[in-house]
């Protein structure tokens, strides 16, 4: 049988990667992208982004919207302090059993919990289910027109406070339009724009780093 591509980008991590070695994975994957077959990682120039506001974060619970291969998740876990837990929600199984193994092959399990389903429906249930009070920083980069819906939940659902980060891949390209009308334009929201490129090409894209104010 035809294999998919993400299991071919599992492979080359499995083949290319040091196990327990998750900047061996994270070059694996950009690899992959940039010389065999593209595919929607946030990359390795976002991706410098990403980890610089991890970093000055140091989150303790970090919430991510579309784990895809894991990638991003490899890149966030890595950063993170040992007791730090960052919980990832992935609604198709074939890309949640993928991204378990990159999870896995940079040994990163023990910081990573990967929630199979959708972020509608799991959004309410993270304080009951995880004992999550709020997220110190939220990676959106499901599908672009669930980051307004979704970003409304979490306030609803009181999982910001005061200082909580949103930083959303792909505001330019695919494009964000009504997250980025809301979030810019709500009083309750300090937003700035992180220029860059669409992952492995040189068209523009860009991460929206947005601090809520409670
Ligand atoms: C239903 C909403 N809730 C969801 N809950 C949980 N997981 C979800 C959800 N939505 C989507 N997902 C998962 O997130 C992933 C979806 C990501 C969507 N991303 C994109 O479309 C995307 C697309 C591009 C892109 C850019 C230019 C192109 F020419 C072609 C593609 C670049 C990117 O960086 C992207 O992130 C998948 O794994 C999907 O199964
Ligand atoms: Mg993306």
């Known amino acids: 049988t035809q294999s998919t591509r993400p299991q071919r980008l599992l492979n080359a991590v499995q083949k290319k990667a040091t196990r327990g070695d998750p900047r061996s994975v994270v070059k694996a994957i950009d690899d992959f992208c940039r010389h065999k077959e593209w ?10 982004i990403l980890d610089s506001v991890v970093s000055e974060i140091n989150p303790a619970t970090v919430l991510e919207l579309g784990t895809y291969c894991g990638y991003s998740t490899v890149r966030i876990a890595r950063l993170l302090p040992p007791h730090a837990k960052l919980i990832t929600l992935e609604f198709n199984p074939d890309f949640a059993a993928i991204a378990r193994q990159v999870i896995a092959w940079a040994g990163l399990e023990e ?30 980069d499901h599908w672009k027109d ?16 005061k ?15 009504d997250y980025l009308e809301y979030i810019r334009s709500s009083p309750r929201y300090e937003s700035r724009y992180f220029k860059s490129h669409l992952e492995y090409t040189k068209v523009e894209d860009g991460l929206e780093k947005s601090v809520f104010k409670g």
């Open 39 to 48: 595919a929607m990682n946030v990359g390795d120039e976002k991706g410098c």
């Open 111 to 140: 910081k990573v919990q990967l929630v199979e389903g959708a972020s509608g429906d799991w959004i309410p249930k993270m304080k009951e289910q995880f004992g999550i009070t709020t997220f110190d920083l939220v990676f959106l």
């Open 146 to 161: 669930r980051y307004l819906p979704d970003t409304k939940l979490m306030e609803e659902c009181g999982l910001l406070r």
């Open 163 to 177: 200082g909580s980060v949103l930083l959303a891949d792909n505001v330019i390209c695919p494009g964000t339009p």
